[in-house]
Every structure is written in C-alpha cells, then in structure tokens.
C-alpha cells in the first residue's frame, strides 16, 4: 500500500460578501490554479456557473453545490442558520460535517457562520467557547493573532487561557512562529493593572500553562508595534481593536489622500511615491491574510472580510488549506487532554 | 463698580513628561505670551529659573512654586500622593483647591494626577466616578470625545450615562460642537449587540437623558470617520482603543517612512510631498489637542501626554482655560442636580 497525502478538499460560501459570486468565483480558480486541491463552490448554480464560464477551468477540481438560499448580513444568526438549512453556508458547513470537505470558507454574515459551524460542527471535548483568531499587521513582516476578534463578548478566565493556547498553535503552526510570544490586552504593563478578567487571567497565565510562552500585558499599541505574536482579549476588547485598527488606518490615508493633492508640487509628489504607497497598502491590507479562523469547533471555519475581492478569498482558502494540512484541530484537542490530565 | 473678567490662573506641574522642565516651562511662556492669564509654575526652583533665563519674560505673570519632589511614572499613584506631599502634582493642585489657581494641568504621572485630583479637590457631589475626556483626531476638523478613556477600568451603567452627559457638556462648551452626537462604543450598531454592560446604557441612554443627542451604537471604527462627537464606553475599552489607535498610526508612519525611502524616485517624490506629510502630521498630532480633561472633580485637571512637547503643554494650558472660562464644572454640578430632581 502507497502513503499518498490525501488532497485536501474546501467548501466554499459562494453567495457571501460584498462582491459574491464574481470575486468569490475568481479566488477560487486562482487557488485551485496555486495549489493541488479540491474546491466545492456552494451557492446558486446559475450565477455560479455563468462565472466559471468566464474562465479555462479544463484542469481544476471544481465542483458546484446547489444551495437555494442565502443568509443576509442584516440577519440573526441562529435563527437563520437553524430555519435556512438550505443556505450556502449551512450547505456548506454540512460539507465539512459529512466529512467531504475540511474546510469551511466564507466572507458572509460572520455570526451565521460560527453558529452554523457550533451547530453542525461543534465544539471541541474541553474547549468552553470557540474563539475568532484574527490576524493582525504589524511592523514585523509576520502578521500577529487577536484572539478572541468577537465571538464573545463576555469572558472569563478559563476561556481566556485557552483563548492563549489555541492562539498559540495557530501562530506557530498556520503562521510559522517559533515559540510564539503570547501578551494579554491591557491598560498597562504592570501585574496589577486592568479589571478583574484581566487580573485573573494573568494570574492563570504568569505561570506559562500548557507550555505557552508568556510575556505578561500588553497595550494596544505594542501590538502593532510587533513586540508580541498572539493577543489574548475577550471578545468585546478584541473586537473594538480590530475596528479602530481599520479606522484609524482608513483615516489616515483619507487624510493623506487628501493632503497630497493640494496643490501640483504635493500631486508631482504623490505620483513620484506611488509605488512605495502601494507597498504599504500591501503590507497593511487584510486582502494579504485572508480571514480569521474560528478556532475550538470541531472542524476550520475561516471567516473572511464583507468586503473580500478575489485575492483575499484566494488567501482564506490558503488559510483553510495550511490549517487542514498542520491538523490545527488535533493539536487543540491534544490541548485539551494534556491540561486535562 | 466696575464688571471685570477675573484673570485665568492655571497651576502647571513643572517636573512632569519625558521633556520637563525646558519644554513644559517653554509651552507655559508661550501659553502666558499668547492668552492674558497668570500661571504657577510649579517644582524645583532652581532648574525652572534656569529655564526662564532663556526668555524675556518681563510682561508675563508667572510665579515659581518651590515643590521639593517629584512623583515618578512607575510610583503607585495613590500611595506617592499621600506620601508626597511636596510633590509638585500634589502643590500645584493644592494650589487650586486653596483657590489660588482655576485649572492643574501637568504631564506627568496619570493615576497620581487622578488620585491627587480626587484627594485634594474632591468628587462633584451626585457623580458616581471621575472619568477621563480623551481627544481623538477625525475626518471631521473637530476632534471627537472618547469617555472614559481610563481612569475606571470597571464601570457600571450608571456611570457610563454620567460619561455621557459629562462628554456633551465638555465637547459643547470646550469643543465648540453644537448639540452633539453622542455614540456608545460597541461591537455592532444594532441594539441587541454588546456585553451586558453595554446592553444596559444602551437602553438608559436611548430616552436621551438630560437631553443628550445619542445616536446609539457605534463601531470603532465609525469615530475616526467622524460619526460622533462623543464616544461613551468603560475605561478599559476607551483606554484601549486611545492606544490601538496611536500604535496604528506609529506603524503606519513607519512603515510609510521605510517605504518611500526605497529608492530614488520614492524618496523624490517623498521630498516633494514634505508639506502634506506635515499636515497630515499636525492633523493627527495630540500636540494639537493639547490633553485629556478629568470630568467630575470639583476642579479643572488637564492631563497631558507624557511625550508632551512645548506646542503640547501650551494647547493643554488652553484646554485649562477655556474649561475655566466655559465654567465646566458648575454646568457639570447644574447636571446633576437636574438628574438628581
């Protein structure tokens, strides 16, 4: 009998985000093009379909999923996911359940598709919440991990610990970071700074659990700075630095914008620099990472930004590929036995 | 008798920031060169007359107040307040509570210019906690109001609704924003999104209270946008997102910095565009906004930024007397004895 690495295979939410189905159709001929692996785009086969016309896909393993309807972004979540079975995510996520696929990708509603993925999926033996690992830019070339990005916006102190060691395998198995360093969000550096969550889960983690590398609080502004890989918060503070990340990013190169078309020395100016403002929107565009993952489910759910254009699509389905292949989700339930021993 | 309008007298903490004494005594001269107003410059007498040496300061009325110690960054707030009684924060707010001097302003030490503040001036009667008033630059040309930006990193929902009308006075009256938009930070703009805590002041400030314009939920993104005047949360997430916000910028300074220096036709086009990298600068720049106000003390405090430059301290003495002038305080105890009615 020949060992053969088994292909891995993704389920795709065709029909969610800002530009379903174009840009989603197009990610996935780019990544099915990049890498040896197996996609169903799941969705409305027709305009599905009249997009994959568009292109040669002669040589790629693609295959189309009818879902008849979708779930709005406007939507509740759980009552969607629970009356819209034939939804594009909820068919999709059943992909993954059914076991033909090993992962979940989607740029749709992000509450529908954690409930779904908690529904159809569930949670993993010993995990008390799943979390949303987001990925965030900063100076170091190596993207550092927000968890929890929002999934719950109250917290206590055991989720948080494991919030710190489901951070930690996705940094160093998907992101590549030897020995990840892992820093609590908080209003200072001190041991005696913060609220009581925070208080607590220092207390917990000072004494580095589970083999995680502990490097006490940090505030929001060393994060950015690179000075830690994995940030643990609850999901209310997590959130609010994800969005006032994008704001302050978003307004600055309004402002900038702005400012360099004052007058023609400043215009000559930006056409001259153009390509370095290209570079750092490069380095800062959440197109680059891909999506979060939705870690402690027993499967990869990889959530990807409303507004994802093909590029960002082709990334979160990189990011569903290297977390199937790196077996995330047995690392976490190996976590989880180890801290329950 | 003659009506006559009573000199401002501001009391600054001559020993406090990473600049002091020379850039917090050079702001204090050009502040008393600019306004008509009197001020105390408190701290060691000898290196703050070393200081006044460099300047002709004949017309000004300044006045040197002998403070024999200094509270450093790292000290335990509440304890270096009560131990250092000669501390120059803790003699020059003595100034104002003796009536000497209307408004503290310094850059040292936070938590001791708090605790100084509550020790000293007391808590206005009906307010629950003091909280901090934080300029946050934005689309708009009129800086928008985070509150609390830290001082209580556990709040309660009666707090947050004093935040709240303690934040529209501040941005009416200081700020110049007529009848402003009053938000509460969250994690989504629906109703039904947030902690428990956020849940609560939804539904309290919904009735708008004391005639506040709220407008509901708002992402932490949609402040930089210019969405709202006054954005209301507890002082952990306020304290986080003044500091996401900076570590953003920094980084993508940086990053922008590194970038055009790339090659030769990036750094051209980087020297052409000088003047609007500069006022993008100054736009951003919290040299501008010149501090934070401590709102619920029966007192003016202004808390400067601890990298505070001349510019700096000069427009955190102007947020001190226009906060005197605009009598914040009495409109502050006005409110709450209407709340209290």
Redesign the interface.
Known sequence: MTEEKKKVSIALDCMGGDYAPTEIVKGAITAARTWNIKIFLVGKKSPIEEELQKYDISALDLEVVQADSIIEMGESPAKAVLKKKDSSIVVAVGLVEEGKAQAFVSAGNTGACMAASLIRLGRLTGIERPAIAALL???NRKPAILIDA?AN??CDTKMLIQFAQMGSIFSSKVVGVENPRVGI?N?GGEAS????L?LGAYKALKDNPGGINFVGNV???????GEVDVLVCD???G??????????????M???RS??S?DF??Q??????????K??KK??DYEEYGGSLLLGVNGITVIAHGGSNDSAIKNAIRVGMESVEKDVTSKIIGMCEMSAV
Do not use: Y
């Open positions: 830019p900063t100076l929002g916006a109250e969000l209003i700074k913060g609220n009581t925070m505030e929001g502004r060393e994060v950015f700075l999901g209310f503070s959130n609010v630095t994800l969005k006032v990340a994008e704001g302050v990013a978003k307004m600055l309004q402002i900038l400012e360099l004052h020395r400043n000559l100016g930006a056409f001259l620099a153009k390509p370095a403002f570079r750092v380095r800062l």
